[in-house]
């Protein structure tokens, strides 16, 4: 079953500006994943952080963990239209098996 | 590195026939290999999850005799879709750990479209 949720299912901005996403989980974790997929297309990995992380950077991507909460953001600064994509999470309880995805969110960058 | 291949890419079948997908590690020996399907403008869910040399573990809800996985070696795992129906049309994407690595990194392939019709 999925225990992440994302939100909002679906953004639209301008190329520039920000865009932040969220997920939500239910059970404990080992780390968290997040996941673009453009249409039609496989996944490709964006960033890892663990359970004992709370904030980790990659380019122009930004993740944060609150275990507390069970939630996890990924912002993506100074958006372009390639960034156009479905966004997933992914949570792996005992680090090293099964990845649960959240239901995603549909980022639209326009021009 | 760490190249996931799915053959084919997309595949139409008529209702009633079996449907082979493969998976491959290119450049990478695969211990364990997930598969997961995915419907239009929906997430992914696992199927299973296959370990080189033994059988596959399903997630519940998923019928073994209907999507039959073999792990033979370590660089290839295969998806049989048996007596396909239109309800089985669907996004199917394998992924793959290694050896090596993290035994949190899994890589994934590009994903077969399978339509029955």
């Known amino acids: 079953s999925q225990q992440g949720e994302e939100d909002p299912q679906a953004l639209s901005i301008q190329e520039g500006e920000n865009a932040t996403m969220n997920c939500s989980y239910k059970?404990?974790?080992?780390?968290l994943q997040w996941y673009r997929q453009n249409s039609g297309r496989g996944l490709v990995h964006l960033i890892l952080i663990r359970s004992n992380e709370r904030e980790k950077h990659s380019g122009r991507l930004r993740v944060t963990l609150d275990t507390s909460k069970k939630s996890s953001s990924l912002l993506i600064t100074a958006s372009r239209a390639a960034d156009t994509a479905s966004y997933f999470c992914?949570?792996?309880?005992?680090?090293?098996?099964?990845?649960?995805f959240g239901e995603g969110t549909q980022l639209t960058v326009n021009p | 590195g760490a190249v996931v291949s799915q053959h084919p890419s997309w595949v139409i079948c008529k209702s009633g026939t079996s449907v082979k997908i493969e998976c491959r590690s290119l450049?990478?020996?695969?211990?364990?290999m997930f598969w997961y399907r995915q419907f239009p403008k929906q997430s992914l869910m696992l199927m299973a999850t296959?370990?080189?040399?033994?059988?596959?573990?399903?997630e519940q809800g998923v019928e073994k005799d209907k999507f039959l996985i073999n792990h033979a070696s370590l660089t290839l795992s295969t998806l049989t879709v048996t007596s396909a129906h239109p309800e089985d049309s669907s996004f199917y994407i394998c992924s793959a750990r290694g050896l090596a690595g993290e035994p949190y990194e899994q890589y994934f392939g590009p994903g077969t479209r399978l339509t029955v019709t």
């Open positions: 059970t404990s974790i080992n780390n």
């Open positions: 296959s370990n080189e040399g033994s059988k596959a573990t399903y």
């Open positions: 992914a949570t792996d309880a005992s680090g090293g098996s099964r990845l649960t």
């Open positions: 450049d990478f020996q695969a211990t364990t």
